[in-house]
């Protein structure tokens, strides 16, 4: 994991598509911890749930135009993201490998970094 990914490192969640979640929940920014990365995808955990068919308390990002998330953050602070949105609260033996298999809402948006002191 790079420094600039590191656990625990604040980020914000915008989301564009689908309309529907912008109609229920806003478009963010919503935000996140980053809780690891796992096969170049960002696994991320709300600071609040947000109720989009169920409670969403996490969320997998993988970067649309790089192979891996990694990379995407290698030059920006912005990065243009598929989403999943996984429902139902973390549990504490979840394992991220597993995370980042699991089902849940599509969407597409974006993941910022916050400034480092945040």
Known sequence: MTL???QGRFVQILVSD???FGTACG???FDA???G???GRLVLRLRQGLDYGGTIFRVVAVSRYKDSIEEAFEATNDVAANLV???GPPRETDKLEDV???SGALALGSVHLAP???
């Open 4 to 6: 600039r990914l590191r």
């Open 85 to 87: 949105l996984i429902h």
């Open 18 to 20: 689908p309309w529907e």
């Open 27 to 29: 478009v963010g920014p």
């Open 100 to 102: 980042v298999r699991m």
């Open 37 to 39: 990365i796992q096969q």
């Open 116 to 118: 480092a002191s945040e």
């Open 33 to 35: 911890v980053v809780e």
